[in-house]
Each structure stands twice: as structure tokens, then as C-alpha cells.
């Protein structure tokens, strides 16, 4: 099975700051990685796929690039709504895994 | 727009069968652009995909469950269910019911969630 690395585990930002977040597969899984975005209590919710294609609604302030086995989700300027926990998730190959998140709270 | 919602009991004993259902409200399970998928986050951790079903009833697991679990669609109901054998401590979790989209060139995404259920193993 391909392990989904993810850093960092955690991280404080403020409101306005660029936050990247890096995702790192065991193999080459090509663009083949979506990253979403979990809230307490509620369901994730799909941010980004393909490596870099933004899903319908989600705001232009998310970015996400990398191919092969790394990969970064950038919020270009943080947002209260955006403090919440992120998985990436590879899609190359059975099973889907994803990394074990990343915590973003408030500085 | 499309909205999917699981049911099912939230105890269940430890030997015994987890069974789930997610009702699909909104759109078709019938399509062909989609897997429907179901996924678990036990309390505190991270995301585990359990497996998926096509609407033609081909379905995929997760090796590491495969032997307990067991996938079915009902397109009449537009419906899809879970059930999960043998259940432990380890499987209490949030369950999650999710659309697996197939944007094309093999690239897809769980694009619509549930809103999840918590399911207890415990005597």
C-alpha cells in the first residue's frame, strides 16, 4: 500500500498569514492526490483534486501543486472559516489512503 | 443538490454485524460518473477508506477489511449499504457515506460527504 506522509502535524497561523502544507506520498502517484478539509464534528469537505484542479465553490484562496511525491496546499491568505484540520489523499492507486492530517488553529 | 445521509444503530456488540445504510436524496446511484463509497474515522484519527460500489454492483475493498466486509446497492431505492462483520472495539468509529466522482483520465475524488454516524462497539 502507498503511506501518506503529511507536515506539519500541526501549526499556529494568524488571520492574513500564507500557510503551506506539504503532503508526501511512499511512491510516485503522479497527480493522482486531492486534499480536503475537516472541521470538528463535521464531514470533510473536497478542496482541491488532481494535485491542483479547484473544486467547484471552494475559494481561490487554496492552491495546491506537486506531481509525483511531493505536494503542497497553500491558503494564500487565512481566513477565520479556514482554521480546521487538512487531509491530502492519493487516488493512484487501491486502497485510497489518506495522510494523517494537519491542524490549523489559530495563533 | 445532491445529499447523502447514513442510518443505521449506533451500538452494536462486539462479535456481532455492523450494518449501515446511506440513502441517496438529490441524484442517482444508477450513474454511471460515480463509486459510492463508504470511509470511517474513529474518534480522534484520521480517515480510513472501507471500500466502494458501482451502481452495477462491481465493488472494491480495502485489503486490510476485506474479509469482513460486504458492500451492496439497491437502485430502486437509491440506496447503497455497508455491512461489516465480526465487529471489534477497534471498528467504533464515525462512519461516512460518500460520492467517489469520476472526473476522468481516472482521476477521482470524494466529492459529496454524509454527514456521518457514530457507531459504538460495546457490550
Known amino acids: 500500500d502507498i503511506q501518506m506522509t503529511q507536515s506539519p502535524s500541526s501549526l499556529s497561523a494568524s488571520v492574513g498569514d500564507r500557510v503551506t502544507i506539504t503532503c508526501r506520498a511512499s511512491q510516485s502517484i503522479s497527480s493522482y492526490l486531492n486534499w480536503y478539509q475537516q472541521k470538528p464534528g463535521k464531514a470533510p469537505k473536497l478542496l482541491i483534486y488532481a494535485a491542483s484542479s479547484l473544486q467547484s465553490g471552494v475559494p481561490s484562496r487554496f492552491s495546491g501543486s506537486g506531481s509525483g511525491t511531493d505536494f503542497t496546499l497553500t491558503i494564500s491568505s487565512l481566513q477565520p472559516e479556514d482554521f480546521a484540520t487538512y487531509y491530502c489523499q492519493q487516488s493512484y492507486s487501491t486502497p485510497p489512503c489518506f495522510g494523517p492530517g494537519t491542524k490549523v488553529d489559530i495563533k | 443538490q445532491v445529499q447523502l445521509q447514513e442510518s443505521g444503530p449506533g451500538l452494536v456488540k462486539p462479535s456481532e454485524t455492523l450494518s449501515l445504510t446511506c440513502t441517496v436524496s438529490g441524484g442517482s446511484v444508477s450513474s454511471g460518473s460515480y463509486y459510492w463509497s463508504w470511509i470511517r474515522q474513529p474518534p480522534g484519527k484520521g480517515l480510513e477508506w472501507i471500500g466502494y460500489?458501482?451502481?452495477?454492483?462491481?465493488?472494491n475493498y480495502n485489503p486490510s477489511l476485506k474479509s469482513r466486509v460486504t458492500i451492496s446497492v439497491d437502485t430502486s431505492k437509491n440506496q447503497f449499504s455497508l455491512k461489516l462483520s465480526s465487529v471489534t472495539a477497534a471498528d467504533t468509529a464515525v462512519y461516512y457515506c460518500a460520492r467517489d466522482r469520476i472526473y476522468g483520465d481516472s482521476i477521482d475524488a470524494f466529492d459529496i460527504w454524509g454527514q456521518g454516524t457514530m457507531v459504538t462497539v460495546s457490550s
Open positions: 460500489i458501482y451502481y452495477s454492483g462491481s465493488t
